[in-house]
Nanobody
Framework: VQLQASGGGLVQAGGSLRLSCAAS????????MGWFRQAPGKEREFVAG????????YFGDSVKGRFTISRDNAKNTVYLQMNSLKPEDTAVYYC???????????????????WGQGTQVTVSS
């Protein structure tokens, strides 16, 4: 199983980036997907989540209205579109996969079975 995150980089405040996470080795449509991030010296935090079908999404308070999440099950890929970036968005961003069950526990990191290697996002002021 591999979750390959890409698209990170250096951007000025106010700019945009689009992260991608390509999954292999799993039946992608059987998994809800999430994005998390971890800044230096801080705990990993939830950013955004999307159900297996793409029908429902959920966002952390700090990114609501600025980030969107989407997925393409035909391409086994989930995306995180990040707009109006701020220096405090600087972090390593991770994608993760949660096996779909009757309840979507989007915030519970322990419910995510597979994790990507992370991609660095740096926002300069």
């Amino acid at each position: 199983v591999q979750l390959q995150a890409s698209g990170g980089g250096l951007v000025q405040a106010g700019g945009s980036l689009r992260l991608s996470c390509a999954a292999s080795g799993i039946t992608f449509s059987m998994y809800h997907m999430g994005w998390f991030r971890q800044a230096p010296g801080k705990e990993r935090e939830f950013v955004a989540g999307i159900t297996w079908s793409g029908e429902s999404t959920y966002f952390g308070d700090s990114v609501k209205g600025r980030f969107t999440i989407s997925r393409d099950n035909a391409k086994n890929t989930v995306y995180l579109q990040m707009n109006s970036l701020k220096p405090e968005d600087t972090a390593v961003y991770y994608c993760a996969a949660q096996l779909r069950r009757s309840t979507w526990t989007v915030l519970n990191q322990s419910e995510y079975k597979y994790w990507g290697q992370g991609t660095q996002v740096t926002v300069s002021s």
